[in-house]
């Protein structure tokens, strides 16, 4: 999908200072900052996450990503006795043998699970991009002994805390392996204030994948080949849509599902929509958003919904201001 041949990534940049970065999740979930960005007017505001439903109104419907991020991350031993780094990729079937892995692995090789070598499984296909087929479902597995795949630019293991903070408070359809990061400090609380205001409350699944922080390897934004993740929206959230005054995307990952439906008229099914600036936006009116790493996918989504100018200024004003960046950092609403 071409928007204009001429963008480039090196176009999209910024210098990042990795003491922004939010290396935890805010004590109390909710306590986040939030900047609040008119993409009309370019107006900033200096808010908390608590009061998100000061920029709704009444009309709106809040979309919201059901998906539940899997324990993904788990370590296997090859046939030398070495450990293998390995991360079970987001659901897109029935099964999931899919995995993306550190160093090296041959076909035929069989993988022992460091916790229970008893447990093995063997590599059938070697895909490219350190991504690998496996012979067996993997996600019992996973569930029984992986733990939380943290983005890796956290530069730490994961510990008790991030088991139940990098999950959204309403995660149920189990299959993401990475976390709809904009929704981490959604509350029932803060939920509650934006119904008494009139704002509907509508949900769909989105399984994220680790091409979330993939790197963008072409300067050209038009020869990337944006990675694939499963959608689906549910008949009560189409019939919301239908009747909604604004639609407000809470995250990119909700972002993708809608204006993929809204292109293609498709409920459910695979994506591959590479949203940057030049996209002509269908059905989203309004974006809860965080933070994002330079020259990342989700930055392009922002841009293009923002103004890369406005988003630019955004993100400068957040620097100086100490917002948290990133996954566990603070959060923008982007509207008009």
Sequence with gaps: MCYNSNMLLSDYDYALDESLIAKYPPKVRGASRLLGLNRTTGQLTDSHYRDLADFLQAGDVLVLNETKVMSARMFFLDEQGREREVVLLEKHGDKMETILYRGKLREGEVLALRKRPEIKTKVLEILGGGIARVDQ???????????????PYL?????????????TEFA?????????TASLNLTEEILQKAK?????????????GLGTFLPIRTDD???????????????????ALQEAKRV??????????????????????????FIYPGYQFKLVG????NFHAPKSTVLMMAAAFAGWENLRRAYEHAAANRYAFLS?????????
């Design 286 to 289: 309004a974006m809860l958003t």
């Design 221 to 239: 934004l038009t020869d990337h080949k944006m990675h694939s993740e499963y959608y689906e929206i549910p008949p009560a959230t189409l019939a």
């Design 196 to 208: 008494q205001k009139g704002v509907r409350v509508a949900k769909l699944t989105l399984h994220v």
């Design 248 to 273: 407000v995307a809470v995250g990119t990952t909700v972002v993708r599902a809608l204006e993929s439906f809204a292109e293609t008229k498709q409920p459910s099914g695979e994506t591959k929509i």
């Design 155 to 167: 530069k730490r293991e994961a510990d008790q805390d991030d088991t139940t903070r990098y999950q």
């Design 137 to 151: 479902d993997l996600l019992e597995i996973a569930v029984k002994y992986g733990e939380v795949p943290l983005p």
């Design 328 to 336: 566990y950092g603070d959060s923008m609403m982007v509207y008009s």
């Design 172 to 180: 149920k359809h189990l299959g993401s392996a990475a976390a709809p």
